[in-house]
């Protein structure tokens, strides 16, 4: 049972928007840099946010990131057939002494 | 190149042990956080062990006692020595990086990941 809470699938036509969103506590994402990664099928997950919005060296612009309070946000906007996969948040977790992902989004392009 | 290559994982019967390995190159990772994070079947992704610069280390609850994880500086290799596993331990196994760079945040590189499967 994972602290940290995604809704599981959102879809979006080619050249439209997505959001994600993640809930957690004051435990992790209140007082902690939350980071984001994608996991295409079948391949190991890569990091395209960390620090709430920074994104690596590769990862375009059309990934954005944003945290308020206890939830954070990824954005991906000029949604490509590239994007869908399976994203995950993550942050660590003061109480649990953890690293904690979310549960996970699929997105889906129309 | 910045790479991580595991290997040692395959098919051990419950009670077992298995090690795996995690090759680095193009960075040292005794200047890093390194960490392993698995993924059953059709789930999602859960952190097992991180172990710090220092040689510290932590674990999940779920692995606690029965999981090690350890360096070979020669080696530039990370281990995850797994014991008395369970049906439930059955997923593929990612070794991954944790820089300073991201603030001990973040795991910027992985690798390709090895399954691990417990059954009789």
């Known amino acids: 049972q994972s602290v940290l809470t995604q809704p599981p699938s959102v879809s979006a036509a080619p050249g439209q928007k997505v959001t994600i969103s993640c809930s957690g506590s004051s435990s992790n994402i209140g007082n902690k840099f939350v980071a984001w990664y994608q996991q295409l099928p079948g391949t190991a997950p890569k990091l395209v946010i960390y620090d709430n919005n920074k994104r690596p060296s590769g990862i375009p612009d059309r990934f954005s990131g944003s945290k308020s309070g206890t939830s954070a946000t990824l954005g991906i906007t000029g949604l490509q057939t590239g994007d869908e996969a399976d994203y995950y948040c993550g942050t660590w977790d003061s109480s649990l002494s953890a690293y904690v992902f979310g549960t996970g989004t699929k997105v889906t392009v129309l | 190149e910045v790479q991580l290559v595991e290997s040692g994982g395959g098919l051990v019967q419950p009670g077992g042990s298995l090690r795996l390995s995690c090759a680095a190159s193009g960075f040292t990772v005794s200047s890093n956080f390194m960490t392993w994070v698995r993924q059953g079947p059709g789930k999602g992704l859960e952190w097992v062990a991180v172990l710090y610069r220092g040689g510290g280390t932590k674990y999940a609850d779920s692995v606690k006692g029965r999981f090690t994880i350890s360096r070979d500086d020669s080696k530039n290799t990370v281990y995850l020595q797994m014991n008395s596993l369970r049906a439930e331990d059955t997923a593929v196994f990612y070794c991954?990086?944790?820089?300073?760079?991201?603030?001990?945040?973040?795991?910027?590189?992985w690798g390709q990941g090895t399954m691990v499967t417990v059954s009789s």
């Open positions: 991954a990086r944790d820089p300073p760079e991201t603030g001990h945040d973040a795991f910027d590189v």
